[in-house]
C-alpha cells in the first residue's frame, strides 16, 4: 500500500470520527440550550422530568425512521403510544442527524413557556442551511419532524397533565406530623396532582412499595425524634466538607434570598437536569456514536420521569414534616436547615429515588468502576467534582439531602430502594 493510500484512509479515518463527534456535541448542546431555558422558566423539577422524556423520547424515535439504520423504538414499549408509519413521508432528502436536533426544540417549544426562545435558536439554525444552500435538506428534515410531532402531541394531551390544574387548591393537612409551607417564602406545595400522571413504562407506580416513614413523636427516645436529633446535628456541626456536599446536589430551581428587606429568587438546574447531564458526560466520554447517545438519554430521561411520578406519589400519600419544621417544634424554634426546604412534603428523597434510578441505568450501559468529572454546577458558581464511579456520585447526591438538613435519614435510605426498584422494573420491561 504506498504512502499516499495509508494517508487517504489516515485522513477519512480522522474525518468520519471528527463528523461523529461534531454529532454527539451538537445533540449535547442542544440538550443544554433546551435546559437553560428549563432554567430560565423556574420549571419544577417534575414538570422538567416530562420535558425531558418526551423531548428525549422524540428524538430517540425521530432517529430511528432512517430507513438505512437498525430501529431501536422505545415508543412500542411505553404506555398507550399510537403506531406512527414511516411510509407518510419520503426520507430521500432528510439528514437524520439535523431532524433530531430539529425535534428537540419542536418539542421542547410545545412544552415550555418561552417558545420563543426556541423559535429563535431553531431560526438561526435554519438560516445556517439555507446560507449553505442546504435548505432542501432541512425543510425536508423539519417535514418529517412535523409530522411525527402530529402523531406526538396527541400523545402528550392525554397524558392526564392539562387535568392537574383542575383539581382544587391543596389544603396542608392538620396535625404536628404533616407537612407545612417553610421559611422564607412559605411557598404553596408544588404539583400536589402529579402522581395521576400516566407512567412511560410502569402501568401503576403506586404498585412499587417503600417502607413507611418512622411516625412523628415527641418522645426524645423514638425512633422519630433520633432523626430528627442527627438532621440537628449534621447541620449545626457547620461541617465545611458536607456543606459542598449539599451545595453542589441543590439543584433548586427557585431559590428565594433575603437581604435586610430585600426578597430576590436565584435559579439551578434540576435533580433531573443534573443527572442527563452526567448521562451527557458518560456518552462523550466513552466516545459512543449518536445512536447510543440518544438511546440512552431518552431511557434515561423516562426512567426519571416514572421515578418522580412514584415519588410525588409517596410524598402526598405520607405528607410527612419537613426536617426545619420538626426541629423548630421539638428542639430548637430558631432552627434553620443549611439548604432551603424545598415547598413539598418531605417522605420519601426525591434526590435518592431519582439518583438511584438514573445510577442503575447508567450502570447497566457502563459498569460501576468507571470515574469521571461532573461539570453539571459549573455554571453556578460551583466546580467541577470528580466522582470514581456512578454508584458513588448516587449515593452522595442521596446522602447531601441530610448534610443540608432538608431531608431524615430514613427518606434517604428507602428513596434508595424505590429508585432502584422502580429502574430495574424498566430495564426488564424494555429488555434493556
Not at 34 to 42: Q, R
Not at 73 to 78: D, E, N, Q, T
Amino acid at each position: 500500500m504506498t504512502n499516499k493510500l495509508i494517508c487517504f484512509f489516515i485522513f477519512n479515518a480522522i474525518l468520519f470520527f471528527t463528523k461523529a463527534q461534531n454529532r454527539t456535541q451538537d445533540y449535547a448542546e442542544s440538550l443544554k440550550k433546551i435546559t437553560d431555558v428549563m432554567v430560565y422558566d423556574v420549571t419544577s423539577p417534575v414538570a422538567a422530568s416530562r420535558n425531558y422524556a418526551y423531548i428525549c423520547l422524540v428524538a430517540n424515535e425521530i432517529y430511528n425512521l432512517n430507513p438505512n439504520k437498525t430501529p431501536h423504538h422505545l415508543s412500542r414499549k411505553i404506555n398507550n403510544f399510537p403506531i406512527y408509519k414511516r411510509t407518510i413521508l419520503s426520507t430521500d432528502s432528510v439528514n437524520f442527524n439535523l431532524a433530531v436536533i430539529i425535534s428537540m426544540y419542536k418539542t421542547a417549544a410545545l412544552l415550555l413557556p418561552s417558545q420563543e426562545r426556541l423559535h429563535n435558536i431553531l431560526d438561526s439554525l435554519k438560516n445556517k442551511y439555507v446560507i449553505a444552500g442546504k435548505s432542501q435538506e432541512f425543510f425536508a428534515s423539519q417535514n418529517l419532524v412535523d409530522s411525527f410531532l402530529t402523531v406526538f402531541t396527541e400523545y402528550v394531551k392525554s397524558d392526564r397533565f392539562q387535568q392537574l390544574s383542575k383539581y382544587p387548591r391543596y389544603t396542608p393537612h392538620y396535625g404536628a406530623g404533616y407537612w407545612k409551607p417553610t421559611p422564607p417564602a412559605y411557598m404553596a406545595a408544588i404539583e400536589p396532582y402529579w402522581w395521576q400522571l400516566r407512567p412511560f413504562f410502569n402501568n401503576n407506580l403506586k404498585h412499587i412499595k417503600t417502607k413507611p416513614p418512622a411516625p412523628y413523636s415527641n418522645d426524645k427516645k423514638s425512633p422519630f425524634y433520633q432523626l430528627c436529633n442527627e438532621v440537628f446535628e449534621v447541620v449545626n456541626s457547620k461541617d465545611t466538607f458536607k456543606q459542598n456536599i449539599a451545595d453542589f446536589w441543590d439543584c433548586n430551581p427557585y431559590k428565594m434570598n433575603q437581604m435586610g428587606h430585600v426578597e430576590f429568587g436565584t435559579k439551578k438546574i434540576t435533580p433531573g437536569a443534573h443527572w442527563l447531564h452526567i448521562t451527557t458526560i458518560l456518552c462523550l466520554q466513552q466516545n459512543l456514536e449518536l445512536s447510543q447517545m440518544i438511546y440512552i438519554h431518552a431511557i434515561v430521561a423516562l426512567t426519571l420521569a416514572d421515578a418522580f411520578i412514584a415519588t410525588w406519589y409517596e410524598k402526598y400519600l405520607t405528607n410527612r414534616v419537613r426536617p426545619e419544621t420538626a426541629i423548630r417544634a421539638l428542639m430548637d424554634p430558631h432552627w434553620k436547615p443549611y439548604l432551603q426546604s424545598p415547598p413539598f412534603p418531605e417522605y420519601v428523597s426525591g434526590h435518592s429515588v431519582i439518583s438511584h434510578a438514573a445510577a442503575i441505568v447508567l450502570q447497566h450501559v457502563f459498569g460501576d468502576t468507571i470515574g469521571f468529572y461532573d461539570n453539571s454546577e459549573t455554571d453556578y458558581g460551583l466546580p467541577i467534582k470528580y466522582f470514581s464511579s456512578i454508584r458513588a456520585a448516587a449515593n452522595e447526591a442521596a446522602i447531601s439531602r441530610l448534610y443540608g438538613g432538608i431531608h431524615f435519614k430514613d427518606a434517604i435510605e428507602n428513596g434508595r430502594v424505590l429508585g432502584q426498584k422502580i429502574s430495574k422494573k424498566i430495564l426488564k420491561k424494555i429488555n434493556f
